[in-house]
């Protein structure tokens, strides 16, 4: 059976950051709360569309693989705010990229859904369903967000990141894996506003609220993320000492501090940047890769573990035996328009229009 060898990887940060104190103009909130509850400190708001940002994020893979979009025969696209519900995001993504023909499918299980997207995709290649996927994970939370809500308005962000894997039979890529959902628990993080069951109904489709019990969402995240390492780790033969380091999905320090503790691998060993990004969803996981990558804390043959969870309430933990190479083959000069406005100009627009709407 092929295995599935990561061999490209590339992100796209939109350049507007949204800081605890730009947040505090229009929220009863303050840096110091933020900071100290989540450990976050700014975030990225997008002035641009998901398919954008995707687009510039998949370019970069891509050269970083030295492949060109022709070479990909699978796109998996993780995200939980598409631009449209049909057609799907995978398919705007084959077009940007020039895959054409290409396998294009989307697949949403909120924060997890690169991971899920990791596993599909891998899946596929050992099968022989497809020899090079580009996997994304993405997010253009911004205009989702109730900004009205300090509960959630201060812990998320925009942001995206692709993979690229090649089907081949190096020891590498995807080792094990496990997928699981608390589907008991999907009450306690919802989005109301959006999807059919709003629609050509009268109610008001995009004035989103946001049903969110930080504290249960909290605890069953650490539960999952925890038992879902000690799952892998234990059918890998592996000890907490093996991992060389946990790329964790990125939502509030604290979170992860805890997952770390609970599977006994010390805080130097964790990649952190929610600081700066705050909570990207699916775009968290691969960011947070690309940057390990670029500040040198993924070596030839690295042991990664990488837990996550999301609404539904999924989650997951994913062990990758890093490759020899550590460096991009290439460099893409794909880029975004430049950004005219701030990210607190982007987000009172948003805050407008919706007061208009109302
Ligand atoms: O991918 C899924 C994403 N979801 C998550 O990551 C959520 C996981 N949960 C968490 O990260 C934490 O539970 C939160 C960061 C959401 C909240 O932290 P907490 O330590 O559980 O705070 P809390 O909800 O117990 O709130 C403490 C106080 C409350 O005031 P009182 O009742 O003690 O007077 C809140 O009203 O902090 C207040 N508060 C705020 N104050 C300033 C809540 N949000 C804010 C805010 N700024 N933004």
Same mark, same amino acid.
């Given at each position: 059976m092929p295995s599935a060898s990561i061999t490209g990887w590339g992100k796209c940060l939109p350049p507007a950051v949204l800081s605890n104190d730009d947040l505090a103009t229009f929220l009863d909130t303050s840096d110091d709360w933020v900071a100290t509850r989540t450990g976050i400190r700014e975030r990225r708001i997008s002035h641009v569309s998901l398919g954008e940002l995707a687009a510039v994020a998949a370019k970069r893979a891509l050269a970083c693989a030295g492949? /060109?979009?022709? +070479?990909? +025969?699978l796109i998996v696209f993780g995200s939980t705010t598409y631009d449209d519900q049909c057609p799907n995001q995978a398919s705007g993504l084959q077009r940007a990229i020039g895959a054409e023909g290409c396998a294009a499918m989307d697949v949403n299980t909120a924060c997890t859904s690169f991971l899920y997207g990791l596993s599909t995709a891998t899946a596929m290649l050992r099968t022989g369903v497809a020899r090079n996927a580009l996997v994304v994970g993405a997010e253009l939370i911004s205009p989702f967000m109730d900004w009205s809500d300090r509960d959630v308005a201060v812990l998320f962000g925009d942001g995206a990141a692709a993979v690229v894997l090649q089907a081949g039979d190096a020891d590498d890529g995807l080792q094990l894996e496990k997928l699981g959902c608390y589907g008991e628990s999907r009450e306690i993080l919802r989005i109301h506003g959006i999807g059919g069951a709003y629609i050509n109904q009268g109610r008001n489709l995009g004035d989103t609220r946001w049903q969110f019990e930080g504290q249960e969402i909290f605890k069953k995240a650490v539960h999952g993320m925890s038992q879902a390492c000690e799952d892998v780790l234990a059918r890998a033969g592996l000890a907490p000492g093996d991992v060389d380091l946990v790329v964790p999905h990125q939502a509030n320090l604290r979170i992860i501090e805890s997952v770390a503790k609970r599977a006994g691998v010390?805080? /130097?060993?964790v990649y952190v940047n929610v600081q700066r990004y705050g909570n990207m969803s699916a775009a968290t996981v691969p960011v947070a890769l690309c940057e390990a990558l670029e500040e040198g804390r993924i070596g030839a043959g690295a042991r990664l573990l990488m837990p996550a969870f999301g609404g539904g309430l999924t989650f997951c933990a994913h062990l990758v035996r890093w490759g020899e190479r550590t460096t991009p083959l290439a460099t893409s000069d794909a880029a975004l328009p430049p950004c005219e406005r701030s990210a607190l100009q982007i987000v009172r627009a948003i805050i407008e229009a919706k007061g208009k709407r109302s």
């Amino acid at each position: 059976m092929p295995s599935a060898s990561i061999t490209g990887w590339g992100k796209c940060l939109p350049p507007a950051v949204l800081s605890n104190d730009d947040l505090a103009t229009f929220l009863d909130t303050s840096d110091d709360w933020v900071a100290t509850r989540t450990g976050i400190r700014e975030r990225r708001i997008s002035h641009v569309s998901l398919g954008e940002l995707a687009a510039v994020a998949a370019k970069r893979a891509l050269a970083c693989a030295g492949l /060109e979009g022709v +070479d990909i +025969d699978l796109i998996v696209f993780g995200s939980t705010t598409y631009d449209d519900q049909c057609p799907n995001q995978a398919s705007g993504l084959q077009r940007a990229i020039g895959a054409e023909g290409c396998a294009a499918m989307d697949v949403n299980t909120a924060c997890t859904s690169f991971l899920y997207g990791l596993s599909t995709a891998t899946a596929m290649l050992r099968t022989g369903v497809a020899r090079n996927a580009l996997v994304v994970g993405a997010e253009l939370i911004s205009p989702f967000m109730d900004w009205s809500d300090r509960d959630v308005a201060v812990l998320f962000g925009d942001g995206a990141a692709a993979v690229v894997l090649q089907a081949g039979d190096a020891d590498d890529g995807l080792q094990l894996e496990k997928l699981g959902c608390y589907g008991e628990s999907r009450e306690i993080l919802r989005i109301h506003g959006i999807g059919g069951a709003y629609i050509n109904q009268g109610r008001n489709l995009g004035d989103t609220r946001w049903q969110f019990e930080g504290q249960e969402i909290f605890k069953k995240a650490v539960h999952g993320m925890s038992q879902a390492c000690e799952d892998v780790l234990a059918r890998a033969g592996l000890a907490p000492g093996d991992v060389d380091l946990v790329v964790p999905h990125q939502a509030n320090l604290r979170i992860i501090e805890s997952v770390a503790k609970r599977a006994g691998v010390p805080m /130097e060993r964790v990649y952190v940047n929610v600081q700066r990004y705050g909570n990207m969803s699916a775009a968290t996981v691969p960011v947070a890769l690309c940057e390990a990558l670029e500040e040198g804390r993924i070596g030839a043959g690295a042991r990664l573990l990488m837990p996550a969870f999301g609404g539904g309430l999924t989650f997951c933990a994913h062990l990758v035996r890093w490759g020899e190479r550590t460096t991009p083959l290439a460099t893409s000069d794909a880029a975004l328009p430049p950004c005219e406005r701030s990210a607190l100009q982007i987000v009172r627009a948003i805050i407008e229009a919706k007061g208009k709407r109302s």
